[in-house]
């Protein structure tokens, strides 16, 4: 594993021997020889793991790693001192150090520390970023075009090269892409999204690389850019084209590359990432129009896959309905609704222009706001703006007894949706439904229906 180690230490010869043995593991390693040393390094050099020592001339190691640790809370910090008690380590586990090692220097120990440091660093960093993004769905659906899409995604996600995933919005773009990750051999490692469109053009460059402490108004301390984190695994930059030309030529030449320099800086910094782009735009017809560059299309488009609408698969749509009101089940804590098979023949007829998100969200809207355990073609209705289907849908009760209890239980349900419609005015209500106003009070109170006598 490789990582910047930096040494503080104000015995010249402890750093010299430390530097050499860590830098023949692989490491990168700088030193520094008193605390205000150790804190300029901090802001300028960016390491993965402090060694700090204790006893040194003017700020001690102890309150110099008081000071990292408000700083940098994650940076792992392996105290070392001549002078160790039970107390000073106890104390400096309490202020956040990950492991303390007393001279004269064991080296087998210190590159143990070192290597274990870093790899609980390492984790540390990606359970924090799977926790802020937990994992997405797999893509669901029998159809002939999404069995063809896992295909693709099945012989594409071993292999490390860059693919451009191209589909309208709400098509799960982003689901593919994270199931490439999940079938890669970096698949460990980190995954790591980038909306540029959800990125203002002014903090675009910051986002993808980081920046330096001042290198802008508001930037007050160094920070790693998603190049950076996502070292070892894979970017994701979702709606490629939203980028500028101006940063559509630097990521040219950082893909090419591989190293970039933050925002502000000068140190080159170098990185393995496997690339996938993503986007709802035809990037032919953006080249043309001079807004997205030919050059870096060449270089993101190495293996193109394309993600079908939803109304090009539409017999898909009764698997993902089940297993979204599966999933709305357990986030409200209640029982799956059902669909009936002329709801489902209504939505396999939609065009949906939203995909799969415009059909996620009205499931969302229909589990919530329809109070029956099966939705029918009459409650989809008013969420597609059609009238309510004859026959299809009606309540359980309009096919239950004799048929002066249905009319009954018919004028009941009618009367209730005008009422409702006319916020509860009794005048507006009879008008709208042609019945004197008496007349439609007596009928409210023979059905059971309660009023509030507004506009009489």
């Given at each position: ?6 040494i ?16 023949d593991?692989?490491y ?27 006893w ?19 940076l ?20 956040g ?24 660093s390492?984790?540390?960093?990606e359970?924090l ?27 594409v ?39 540029c469109?959800?990125?203002?053009e ?31 695994g ?9 980028m ?102 209504r ?31 009459r409650?989809?209705?008013?969420f ?30 009618y ?24 007349h ?17």
């Open positions: 594993m490789s990582g910047h180690v930096l503080v230490d104000d015995e010249k010869a402890i750093c010299s021997s430390l530097q050499g043995i860590l830098t593991e692989g990168e390693v700088s030193s520094a020889h008193d605390g205000e040393q150790a804190l300029k390094a901090l802001d300028e050099e960016d390491p993965d793991l402090m060694l700090l020592d204790i040194m001339p003017g700020r001690d190691g102890m309150e110099i790693l008081e000071l990292v640790k408000k700083r940098n809370p994650a792992p910090v392996i105290m070392i001192s001549g002078h160790g008690t039970v107390e000073t380590a106890v104390k400096a586990t309490k202020l150090a990950y492991d303390f090692i007393e001279k004269p220097l064991d080296m087998d120990k210190i590159l143990l520390s070192v290597r274990n440091a870093l790899e609980f390492r984790m540390a960093e359970n970023l799977l926790r802020a993004k937990s994992a997405p769905p797999r893509l669901s659906g029998q159809s002939p075009l999404i069995r063809s899409l896992r295909q693709a995604i099945d012989r996600g071993p292999s490390d090269s860059w693919v451009l995933i191209t589909g309208e919005n709400g098509t799960g773009k982003e689901l593919v892409a994270h199931a490439i990750h999940r079938h890669s051999p970096r698949a460990k490692g980190p995954l790591v999204d980038v909306n469109a959800a990125i203002p002014e903090l675009i460059e910051s986002e993808l690389f980081g920046h330096e402490k001042g290198a802008f108004t508001g930037a007050a301390g160094r920070k790693r850019g998603k190049f950076d984190l996502a070292n070892g894979t970017l994701f930059l979702d709606e490629i084209a939203d500028s030309l101006k940063t559509q030529a630097k990521i040219l030449r950082i893909l090419q590359e591989q190293r970039f320099e933050r925002v502000g800086g000068t140190k080159t910094i170098a990185v393995n990432v496997r690339v996938l782009a993503a986007t709802n735009k035809d990037l032919t017809t953006e080249i043309e129009a001079g807004r997205f560059r030919e050059d870096l299309y060449y270089r993101l488009n190495v293996i193109p896959i394309h993600v079908p609408p939803l109304r090009e698969r539409s017999e898909d749509i009764p698997e993902l309905c089940r297993e979204f009101m599966a999933e709305l089940a357990g986030k409200f804590h209640q029982e799956p609704k059902s669909i009936s098979p002329g709801a489902l023949e939505l396999k007829a939609q065009p949906w222009p939203g995909n799969v998100r415009e059909l996620k969200n009205l499931m969302e809207r229909l589990f919530i706001l329809c109070p029956e355990a099966e939705i029918t073609a409650d989809l209705a008013p597609l703006g059609e009238a309510p289907p004859a026959g299809e849908g009606l309540p359980q009760a309009l096919g239950r007894g004799d048929f002066k209890e249905a009319r009954a239980e018919f004028e009941r349900l009367l209730e949706e005008q009422l409702a419609r006319h916020g509860g005015n009794i005048s507006q209500t009879a008008e709208a439904v042609g019945l004197e106003r008496s439609l009070h007596k009928k409210l109170k023979s059905l059971g229906l309660k009023t509030e006598r507004n506009g009489d």
